[in-house]
């Protein structure tokens, strides 16, 4: 988190009919072409685990960003939209936000930013959307690979050889690894409660963002460890998924899912604010 | 509601007028800190939304360092944070324009209430949700919590578990902000009798009696907040907050 002297100023601004609750962050430092939004993580509102998302907020703002920080419907101080569905509400809100920083900024790029739920749902709106121009999923989609099942495995199968000499355990150890292999295909489930789509809709999916999302940037940690153990493995699952800046992945196994070390929240706002240099 | 900024500490306020004939007190709303504050932040707004429709004034405020105000908490103190206590309350004062308060405080923030009623004689009265008693205590048990999240992280690698050793919470808080933590005593703050209530949601601290021989308005809510585990889930309030309202 190195910071700097540039003052950035935050508002608080109600965005839409549905009064949308975000905290709007710029600085004086030369304004971008693209402004950054922040969806929520899980039931959080918009301060974010350990205020990672003020610190990434400002940091981004200091580069001459304009950065919304939101709140969506039924999440933090914005009220439930009643009727709707919650894709249609996700997408509803998001439009909302863009009208709003569009009508005082002029802005009509964005980049989008989520932790787990709010990465889902930054992964769901891009590939519908044109106008998002980069997109960040912390602990976000992923999808086994072989080489993935081998290296979550492999260390099972290496003591399977040990315990195999030891013939007088041999049952008990078959039926421990058996146990073990079950808790292994539970830990899966994870993407399950997740609520993650399918691979073909996945690939449909990032098909869309190729058309016009300029690059993306996924970081993974210990709570990836249920479908993603390498860095690399997105893009060794959708070989296909290409844009024009690139797609960076990031590996940090020993990083918590929400960073409550600021260690690691010092390792993720700086990864993010590097990748984000590139954008005009 | 209405969201803004005030002081020039840009601190973060969200004002819930009151509906319908308002009463002439206002209800402050002081959150309590670290992740705590998280954990808390839908219960609060219920209770400020359940107030206003019971004819109060509410305003919630995020302390310096902390939730959307400006600065970082590593330049906060305790007694800038009682500072900004007064200050909220003289901006509650201004935008309902009623002469008396009553404060809810949760947590640290119920100890930033009390010491604040002392300087702020606006302040007539003290609604404290699981209130701290002993701020080296608190802080104990912050710091345990802390060290017990290291200490099970089975993927921390050995640099890391130096780095995080390094900082004695999670938020890498100044020294002094930690001494002035752990020099909070309620028993020295003089508030006591029909001024102040005390919600408590956890038994075995109700049956220890220490607040009852504070005022005889205390309360025992059971209500599971695990305050000394480490936990990032939110609490919802329902029955909790409308017994805060209540006794407001």
């Known amino acids: 988190m190195t910071e700097d002297a540039t003052v950035v100023s935050e508002q608080a601004v109600l965005f839409g009919d549905n009064s949308l609750f975000a905290i709007v962050t710029e600085s004086g430092a030369v304004r971008r072409s693209s402004a950054v939004i922040l969806l929520n993580s899980g039931l959080l509102h918009r301060v974010g685990p350990s205020r990672l998302y003020v610190l990434l907020s400002r940091q981004l703002a200091r580069q001459g960003f304009v950065t919304a920080r939101i709140d969506a419907s039924g999440k933090g101080d914005t009220p439930r939209r009643h009727g709707a569905t919650a894709k249609d509400s996700l997408l509803q809100d998001y439009d909302d936000v863009c009208r709003g920083l569009h009508s005082r900024y002029g802005l009509d790029r964005f980049i989008l930013i989520g932790l787990c739920s709010g990465a889902d749902d930054a992964f769901a709106i891009a590939s519908v959307r044109d106008n998002v121009a980069g997109l960040v999923l912390l602990d976000g989609y992923g999808a086994t690979t072989l080489r993935y099942h081998f290296r979550h495995y492999g260390s099972r199968i290496f003591r399977l050889g040990s315990w195999m000499t030891r013939s007088r355990r041999i049952v008990n150890r078959l039926l421990r690894i058996k146990h073990r292999i079950e808790e292994d295909e539970a830990d899966l489930s994870m993407v399950k409660i997740r609520n993650f789509p399918g691979i073909d809709e996945a690939r449909r999916r990032f098909e869309n963002i190729s058309r016009h999302c300029e690059r993306c940037l996924c970081i993974y940690t210990s709570a990836s460890h249920s479908y993603y153990n390498y860095q690399g493995q997105l893009l060794d699952r959708f070989p296909t998924f290409r844009l024009q800046g690139g797609v960076r992945e990031i590996y940090l196994p020993a990083a918590k899912h929400t960073y409550p070390l600021a260690h690691h929240r010092r390792i993720a706002i700086d990864s993010i604010c590097d990748w984000a240099m590139d954008f005009s | ?248």
């Open chain 2, 1 to 248: 509601m209405e969201p803004f900024y005030f002081d020039e500490r840009k601190l973060l306020g969200l004002y819930h007028p009151a509906a319908g004939l308002a009463k002439n007190i206002g209800v402050l709303i002081c959150p309590p800190i670290l992740g705590e504050y998280m954990r808390t932040h839908s219960c609060l707004r219920q209770l400020a939304i359940e107030l206003a429709a019971l004819g109060h004034h509410v305003l919630r405020f995020d302390y310096s360092g902390t939730g959307d105000s400006g600065g970082n908490i590593q330049a906060a103190s305790v007694s800038g944070w009682l500072d900004e206590v007064c200050a909220a309350s003289g901006e509650l004062q201004a935008i309902a324009g009623v002469e008396k308060l009553a404060v809810v405080g949760v947590r640290f923030g119920a100890a930033l209430a009390a010491s604040a009623a002392n300087d702020c004689p606006a302040i007539t009265r003290l609604v404290l949700w699981d209130p701290v008693d002993d701020g080296s205590l608190y802080l104990r048990g912050v710091i345990e919590t802390y060290e017990a999240l290291i200490e099970s992280h089975e993927y921390l690698a050995a640099e890391d578990l130096e780095d995080a050793r390094s900082v004695t919470t999670g938020y890498a808080l100044a020294d002094s902000l930690l001494q002035g933590i752990a020099a909070f005593r309620f028993s020295d703050q003089g508030v006591t009798g029909a001024r102040l209530s005390v919600l408590l949601t956890d038994k075995a601290v109700f049956d220890s009696g220490l607040w009852q021989g504070r005022t005889a308005n205390c309360r025992l809510f059971e209500h599971e907040c695990n305050w000394t585990t480490f936990s990032e889930s939110v609490i919802f309030g329902g029955a909790l907050v409308k017994e805060l309202a209540q006794q407001v």
